[in-house]
């Protein structure tokens, strides 16, 4: 097992609408909890659209490890009320 901190995440994400993936970093602020999370905005992509994710994982030597492709379904957004408590 490598415990070695995670401190970037960088999503590959292909949408079909470039040739190129499209790269999104995310600065971990938790590196060595083995958790992270990274929301992106799909944009004007059409509900039901797939789109292909890869995570690429870098320590802080750099070195890097990259996901298979997940692949992903476009859904609508859901907001939640935000409740405060008096």
Sequence with gaps: LDATAVEL???L???GTTSTPREME???PTPTSGRWACAFD???LPQGEQISVQVVATDPFGFTSTTD???LTVS???YLPHV???
């Design 9 to 11: 995440i960088t999503l």
């Design 69 to 71: 492709a997940a692949i």
């Design 84 to 86: 405060v408590r008096r």
């Design 26 to 28: 995310c600065v971990n």
């Design 13 to 15: 994400i292909e949408d």
């Design 76 to 78: 609508p957004a859901i």
């Design 42 to 44: 799909v944009g004007e």
